[in-house]
């Protein structure tokens, strides 16, 4: 699976921004696909995934209640909506495939990163 995410860019405390992530190749479609950030001088820590097959998405604590992450099963593209945005979501954002088991500890595959940075 390829990945390609856009989207990051420099906003202020309190703003929103989009995050695309097309996924293609031949198991794009039956994939796992998720949304990693790796917070500058931390671990990269999983975010947001939706399982191939799964009606809901799932989330971490972290952003729970304020981002959502949504599917396009025909496109194979995922986004991920980032509402009143803090200083510390300032990160590179990544988004993973894999399969259920393993798409929010190991994923398979990674895009290149899109960097969204939160000033006060």
């Known amino acids: 699976v390829q990945l390609q995410a856009s989207g990051g860019g420099l906003v202020q405390a309190g703003d929103s921004l989009r995050l695309t992530c097309q996924a293609s190749?031949?198991?794009?479609?039956?994939?796992?696909l998720g949304w990693y950030r790796r917070i500058a001088g931390k671990e990269r820590e999983f975010i947001a995934a939706?399982?191939?097959?799964?009606?809901?998405?799932w989330y971490s604590d972290s952003v729970r209640g304020r981002f959502t992450m949504s599917r396009d099963n025909p496109k194979n593209t995922i986004d991920l909506q980032l509402n009143n945005l803090k200083r510390e979501d300032t990160a590179i954002y990544y988004c993973?495939?894999?399969?259920?088991?393993?798409?929010?500890?190991?994923?398979?595959?990674w895009g290149q990163g899109t960097l969204v940075t939160v000033s006060s």
């Open positions: 190749g031949p198991t794009a479609g039956r994939s796992s």
């Open positions: 939706i399982p191939w097959g799964a009606d809901r998405p």
């Open positions: 993973a495939a894999g399969s259920a088991m393993t798409i929010t500890k190991r994923p398979q595959y």
